[in-house]
T-cell receptor, first 113, second 113 residues
């Protein structure tokens, strides 16, 4: 069974700092990987999706990379802002294209003004 | 567009009581999903509906039933609630099985005493 791990569980950084969130998965046979943002008491918002054939995706200050062979993905946030404070989740879709997404437990990010 | 809506937002039940969590989407999506989110664990898929009239089990279906009432609505029923079902429940939808962006509702926080 696919297992997804995110380290650290929590991270605090001063405003303006660049930061990296990590996600690792045990089965490299994936269909794609997604990064989500979750605000307290809210649902999940999709940030970036990387197909298994891609190495990275960028959206604004966010850049996600994928190293399928080593079972790792990173989410890079440039010039962090207090509004970036949230929990960031990664989720893997199995290589069979099955409907089940396997989620990590998330990294809770706090950006201090 | 309201996106994905869920009712109720909060609910407290006693062990053995039953209830139905409601979910509706106004994006004309074919596929709908129910997840649960527990502390220290990633979101886990309970049931999904690939299209109107079909439902399938996910990773943790025991103790739950679902109904795809029509294309817009997908309900989750707990017939006899147990404390282990205390969780936050999220509904999600996506256009079809081959598209990857899932849109999530705000969640229902359920406590079973």
């Amino acid at each position: 069974k696919q297992e997804v791990t995110q380290i650290p569980a929590a991270l605090s950084v001063p405003e303006g700092e660049n930061l990296v969130l990590n996600c690792s998965f045990t089965d490299s046979a994936i269909y794609n990987l997604q990064w989500f943002r979750q605000d307290p008491g809210k649902g999940l918002t999709s940030l970036l999706l990387i197909q298994s054939s891609q190495r990275e995706q960028t959206s604004g200050r966010l850049n996600a990379s994928l190293d399928k062979s080593s079972g790792r993905s990173t989410l890079y946030i440039a010039a962090s802002q207090p509004g970036d404070s949230a929990t960031y989740l990664c989720a893997v879709r199995p290589g069979t294209g099955a409907n089940n997404l396997f989620f990590g437990t998330g990294t809770r990010l706090t950006v201090i003004p | 567009n309201a996106g994905v809506t869920q009712t109720p937002k909060f609910q407290v039940l006693k062990t053995g009581q039953s209830m139905t969590l409601q979910c509706a989407q106004d994006m004309n999506h074919n596929s709908m999903y129910w997840y649960r989110q527990d502390p220290g664990m990633g979101l886990r898929l309970i049931y999904y509906s690939a299209s109107e009239g079909t439902t399938d089990k996910g990773e943790v279906p025991n103790g739950y039933n679902v109904s795809r009432l029509n294309k817009r609505e997908f309900s989750l029923r707990l017939e006899s609630a147990a404390p282990s079902q205390t969780s936050v429940y999220f509904c999600a939808s996506r256009r079809d099985l081959d598209t990857d962006t899932q849109y999530f509702g705000p969640g229902t926080r359920l406590t079973v005493l």
